[in-house]
């Protein structure tokens, strides 16, 4: 047998004297006062189940807001099948399923990052020989007078072909090319001048 949920209207009183099934209704029609009315019922259980099944003090916390956010949005799921005071803890199940299955994916990607990290070689004098090369590219491009500037980054940053620039700057494929040729030119000799 299912109980059916009958929204709440604001009765005389505190939410303390509303029976667990009464709040759980509310919550489903978006009544704060009521999701705030279990939270203070059934914050410190769920707590401690969090710190039961070893979540860190974050993750613990994290998992008691997540708990009654959850409750709020899946409140008129709630059959009366349980208590509520034991639906609430098997959302906290599902959910804190859901975030150690995150963290051992977590923990699992960073290993192979660290794994493939510590595999490769590392010529730190290459990296920064690169970085520097970079940097004086990006320099280069930003000296770069407008037009050749849009068709250098079109071309040879994101790889568009000739016709579509064309296009997308309303000028004839020739233009392109020379506004291209002219922004190489511009930038090699530019990166070359830096470099010595």
Not at 19 to 41: H, I, M, N, P, V
Not at 58 to 87: C, I, N, P
Not at 135 to 159: G, S
Request: net charge positive; charged share 30%; glycine share 6%.
């Amino acid at each position: 047998m299912s109980a059916k949920l009958v929204p709440l209207r604001r009765l005389a009183g505190e939410t303390a004297e509303l029976s667990d099934e009464a709040l759980l209704a509310a919550c489903a029609t978006g009544d704060a006062a009521a999701l705030g009315a279990l939270f203070d019922r059934f914050h410190e259980v769920v707590y401690r189940f969090a710190g039961r099944v070893a979540l860190g003090d974050d993750a613990r916390d994290d998992l008691v807001q997540a708990t009654f956010v959850e409750v709020q949005r899946t409140a008129a799921k709630f059959r009366g099948l349980s208590s509520v005071r034991t639906w609430i803890l098997g959302v906290t199940v599902n959910l804190a399923r859901h975030v150690r299955r995150s963290d051992q994916r977590r923990r699992q990607r960073e290993a192979r990052f660290v794994a493939h990290v510590e595999a490769a070689p590392v010529d730190v004098g290459a990296e920064v020989d690169q970085r520097m090369l970079l940097a004086r590219v990006e320099q280069a491009i930003a000296e770069l007078p407008h037009d050749p500037q849009v068709t250098f980054i079109l071309c040879d940053l994101e790889r568009l072909p000739v016709p579509e620039v064309a296009r997308v700057l309303g000028v004839p494929e020739g233009t392109v090319w020379r506004r291209l040729h002219d922004a190489r030119k511009i930038v090699r000799a530019s990166v070359q001048r830096r470099l010595r």
